[in-house]
C-alpha cells in the first residue's frame, strides 16, 4: 500500500536529480542486497517491518552510505526520515532536468532469471503535464482515486501521483499496514475510481470474497475498476462483475518503451 511519505519521497528525490528505485514490502533480505548490489544504491528509505532485513546485508554493500527510516521509533545507524524533513530548509532550487534524464528505475518481476532493472526518464513525468497524454486511467478533477498497488508496482507512481496530480483528482490513502481485503471492501468512501494491485494480490482479493458477507458489494460512488500486471481468468472478471456492477479493465504496456512524438517527413530520434 502506497503511503504519504513516498509521495514525499518521490517528489524530494525528483527534484533534485536523485535516481530513486521503488520497492515491494515484500522482500526479504536476499532481494534486498540483489538490489544494493545490482544498483550500487548510497541511500536507503524503509520502515520498521525492512529495516532489520537491510541490517542483516549493509555490510556486504559498500556504496551504501546513508539509512533512512520512516518509524516512530528510532534505530541504531538509521536517521529519522520524519525528522529530517521537518528540520529541512524551505529553500531549494531544482535541476534543469532533460526528459532524457535518468529518474526512476523499477525492477522486473524476474519471470525469466533475476529481476532486471527498467530505467525511466524525467518524461514518464513529464507527459502526464499534456492532457492528450493522461489517458490511463482519464480522471476528473471531481475523482476519487484509490490505489491498492503495492509500492514497487510502477502503478503506485502514476496512479498515486503524476496522473492524479496533473488532473487535479483526489488521492485517497487507507494507512492499512498490509493489504486485507476484509477491510478494503468495507470502505464506503467517496471514491470513484479504484486500481488494484496485480498477481496474486488482486486474486487473493477476489478469493477473499467468497469468504464476505453480504455476498453482494455495491459501492455507491465506484465508477471505474482497472488492474494491471497479470491477465484476469474470465470467471474472476465475471464474478467481480455480478457483485459489484463493474468491470475490471487491465491495463497492458511496457513504460519503459513508450513512443513519444514524431512529426510527419522527419527521421526519428534515438530516446531513453
Keep these: ?10 517528489i524530494s528525490f525528483s527534484s533534485p536529480g536523485i535516481i530513486f528505485m521503488p520497492g515491494t514490502t515484500q522482500m526479504k533480505a536476499k532481494d534486498i542486497l540483489y ?6 544504491a548510497q541511500s536507503i528509505v524503509t520502515t520498521d517491518a525492512l529495516a532489520p532485513e537491510v541490517d542483516s546485508v549493509a555490510s556486504e554493500c559498500p556504496a551504501l552510505k546513508t539509512k533512512l527510516l520512516v518509524s516512530d521509533h528510532s534505530r541504531e545507524g538509521w536517521l529519522d526520515f520524519r525528522s529530517l524533513i521537518q528540520s529541512a530548509s524551505p529553500d531549494h532550487t531544482c535541476i534543469k532536468s532533460k526528459t532524457t534524464d535518468p529518474m526512476v528505475i523499477f525492477f522486473t518481476s524476474g ?3 533475476f529481476p532486471k532493472m527498467a530505467k525511466h526518464s524525467h518524461g514518464l513525468a513529464l507527459r502526464y503535464a499534456f492532457p492528450s497524454c493522461r489517458k490511463l486511467l482519464q480522471l476528473k478533477a471531481s475523482d476519487v482515486l484509490w490505489c491498492l498497488s ?3 508496482w510502477i502503478v503506485a507512481i502514476m496512479g498515486t501521483l503524476f496522473e492524479p496530480w496533473t488532473a487535479g483528482s483526489t488521492v485517497f490513502i487507507h494507512h492499512l499496514p498490509q493489504f486485507d481485503p476484509k477491510v478494503i471492501v468495507e470502505v464506503r468512501g467517496l471514491i470513484s475510481q479504484c486500481q488494484q494491485t496485480p498477481g496474486e494480490t488482486h486474486m487473493s482479493a477476489l478469493s477473499s470474497v467468497d469468504t464476505l458477507s453480504p ?6 460512488t465506484l465508477e471505474h475498476c482497472s488492474t494491471g500486471g497479470e491477465a484476469m481468468l474470465p470467471e474472476e472478471q465475471e464474478k467481480w462483475r455480478q457483485r459489484t456492477g463493474l468491470l ?3 491495463l497492458y504496456g511496457q513504460s519503459e518503451t513508450v513512443g513519444g512524438q514524431v512529426p510527419l517527413g522527419h527521421p526519428a530520434q534515438q530516446r531513453s
Design 1 to 10: 500500500m502506497v503511503v504519504k511519505e513516498e509521495m514525499k519521497q518521490i
Design 35 to 40: 538490489r544494493l548490489k545490482e544498483s550500487n
Design 111 to 113: 519471470t525469466t532469471g
Design 150 to 152: 503495492d509500492p514497487g
Design 215 to 220: 455476498p453482494s458489494l455495491r459501492f455507491p
Design 248 to 250: 475490471v479493465h487491465q
